[in-house]
């Protein structure tokens, strides 16, 4: 079906074991105008970016989508208080502008307005930098998306939030930003660049990039890390969007680059929501920055750290100071403390920060960089998850520019991803009106099909029709935390879910929403998905086996002191990519 912009195809945005065969076909016989690789927020967006301007795109990801820090972040779409501390009002007027174009335009399905309390101690001077700070925050660019802050009495924050400890608090303000499920979001774009005609691949590493007796370079070596095969993709230019791995592609591809990609580590912890009395996020300030304590589902999301990180990238831990951290600070606000017994989930990420080498010429003053180091190789680094489609467009047109200096190009259109919405967007009003009408003829409950609306978006049609032949997939998961069966067989069909660490972590979130980590979940999942894709019982207890191992690692991980006793402990466990070659 060919949605009503015209050029973007629906049928190709699934992402299924016979498309990835496609794929991979096509990925090693035909040329690319443009090789992203990184398959996270700012690489896929990149891919939708050059593809809705008519490129011919590939786009590769080593392990799965969003695997990186795009599946372990604050998960907010926001202009970043802390900018206006810094007086960076450009960086906050730009993020606000994102913030609505998501809530509003492009994927409303996927980020929703959330409420937070800042609670108040000092009764005159805080008040007022604050409100100060929240009347720029309201008023900057695109804050028309969500409601504007209001003052809040001591009483008023309490009746609110009953969970606030009362010992200095003197008030508080109420204030908005948006919260997106930022895994879901990074596939919706992947699949969305694919309805555009990229031709997108996971489990596909990139290990060496090809050069021209001129230098030039002239696509990527990959090896495929599910079957271990290598062969070449040409393309005529080729993007590094690789987050914290920046510093190897741009190693591989040679020449000098102005900037490095250094990692911070940042954990999150996530408690039931019982826990706190509230029904309102919190904002607090902590020892060393910002906290934030919001709703997710059916628990708290509390975080983050912010420590520089010298381990590997691959599989970065919390260790138990992280959570020391998280807990004391968090402490400080509530009237009843947590402890690490309350905790169900954690996950730790690593922020992609940029620093300027000495003697660069680059501009950083934004928060990214963006530079051709050697022709036909382009990096994108830095940033935040909010302003990936800026990224997006900035890198495509330093890679057209590239393209056109070596007369590879001739007119190219503009950036025009501020209209495109993302697959789970289109028609969304009209699928959401028809299926809560006639949800229960499939078996679902209204709450059944509000939570698929709001994973899916209109793609939640997908869902439906499996369910018209397939009742039983209407059942819950057992251990699942309220996440159907259909969707684990949706995450293989047309989500390229290829292990079931890729469904239990990223398509749903049962490895951090689940006091188990999903364990009891995984159980059942290994064998809907042994199903889908005719596993034999040696790969259903390989699948699991790794799973659980790679739980336990990570819970042995969490009682560790140092960042090096954390990943020692991780490390036991590989990603189940690395090893099935
Ligand atoms: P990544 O998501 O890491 O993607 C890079 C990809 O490249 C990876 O998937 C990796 O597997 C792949 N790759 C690497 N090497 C190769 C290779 N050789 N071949 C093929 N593929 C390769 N931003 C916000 O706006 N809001 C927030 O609330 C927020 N909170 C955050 C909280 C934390 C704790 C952290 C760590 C970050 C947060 N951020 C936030 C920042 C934001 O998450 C990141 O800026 C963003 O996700 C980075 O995306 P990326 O695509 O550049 O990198």
Excluded at 15 to 21: A, C, K
Excluded at 258 to 277: E, N
Aim: proline share 3%.
């Amino acid at each position: 079906m060919i949605c009503e912009d015209g050029r973007m195809e629906l049928a190709n945005s699934v992402l299924s074991p016979s498309q990835r065969e496609h794929a991979l076909a096509a990925l090693a016989e035909q040329e690319f105008d443009v090789l992203v690789i990184g398959g996270g927020v700012t690489g896929a967006g990149t891919a939708l970016d050059a593809a809705s301007r008519g490129l011919r795109v590939a786009l590769v990801e080593m392990r799965d989508w969003a695997a990186g820090t795009s599946s372990r972040s604050g998960k907010l779409f926001h202009g970043g208080l802390r900018y206006l501390e810094q007086f960076n009002f450009g960086l906050v007027r730009e993020a606000l502008k994102e913030r609505g174009l998501m809530l509003e335009k492009l994927c409303p399905h996927l980020v929703h307005p959330i409420e937070f309390i800042y609670p108040i101690e000092h009764r005159i001077w805080e008040r007022a930098y604050m409100g100060a700070g929240l009347f720029l925050y309201d008023t900057i660019g695109g804050a028309g998306a969500v409601p504007r802050h209001k003052h809040l009495s001591r009483k008023q924050v309490l009746s609110r939030a009953p969970g606030l400890s009362q010992k200095s608090l003197v008030g508080g303000i109420s204030f908005f930003d948006a919260q997106v499920d930022d895994s879901r979001h990074t596939l919706e774009l992947v699949r969305t660049a694919a309805a555009y005609g990229a031709v997108a691949a996971t489990a596909l590493k990139v290990i060496g990039i090809s050069h021209d007796e001129s230098g030039v370079v002239t696509g990527a070596d990959v090896k495929d890390l599910e079957s271990g095969r290598e062969f070449h993709i040409a393309a005529k230019t080729v993007i590094n969007a690789t987050g914290v791995w920046t510093d190897s592609l741009q190693k591989m591809a040679g020449g000098s680059s102005d900037f490095s990609v250094q990692a911070s580590k940042g954990v999150h912890i996530l408690v039931p929501r019982d826990r706190i009395d509230s029904e309102v996020s919190v904002f607090v300030r902590a020892e060393d920055s910002v906290m934030f304590i919001r709703t997710w589902g059916a628990h708290w999301l509390i975080g983050t750290t912010d420590t520089p990180w010298e381990q590997g990238l691959d599989h970065p831990a919390a260790s138990a100071t992280d959570i020391e951290y998280l807990l004391r600070n968090v402490n400080r606000v509530l009237n009843v403390e947590l402890s690490v017994d309350d905790i169900d989930g954690v996950y730790a990420g690593l922020r992609p920060l940029i620093r300027g080498k000495a003697g660069a010429t680059s501009d950083l003053s934004r928060e990214h960089a963006v530079e051709t180091s050697v022709p036909g190789f382009t990096t994108i680094a830095g940033g935040k998850y909010t302003t990936y489609r800026v990224m997006a467009e900035d890198v495509v047109n330093a890679a057209i520019d590239d393209l056109q200096s070596r007369g590879l190009a001739q007119d190219i259109p503009e950036s025009d991803t501020q209209n495109i919405l993302l697959i789970g967007a289109t028609h969304l009003t009209e699928v959401q009106a028809q299926l809560r009408s006639n949800g229960k003829t499939l078996g679902l409950s209204v709450e059944g099909i509000d939570h698929l609306l709001g994973r899916y978006g209109s793609m939640t049609r997908d869902l439906t029709s499996i369910l018209k032949y397939r009742p039983e997939l209407a059942q819950p998961i057992a251990g699942g935390a309220g996440y159907l069966r259909v969707e684990a067989v949706y995450a293989v069909t047309h989500e390229g879910a290829l292990h079931i660490d890729d469904i239990l972590t990223r398509r749903t979130h049962l490895s951090i929403e689940t006091p188990d980590q999903g364990l009891e979940a995984a159980a059942e999942v290994v064998q809907i998905m042994g199903a889908e894709l005719g596993w034999d019982q040696d790969r259903v207890d390989r699948e699991l086996t790794h799973y659980q191992d790679r739980v336990a690692a990570e819970l042995q991980a969490h009682v560790a002191q140092t960042d090096s006793a954390a990943m020692a402990a991780r490390n036991q466990v590989q990603d189940i990519r690395l090893t099935t070659v």
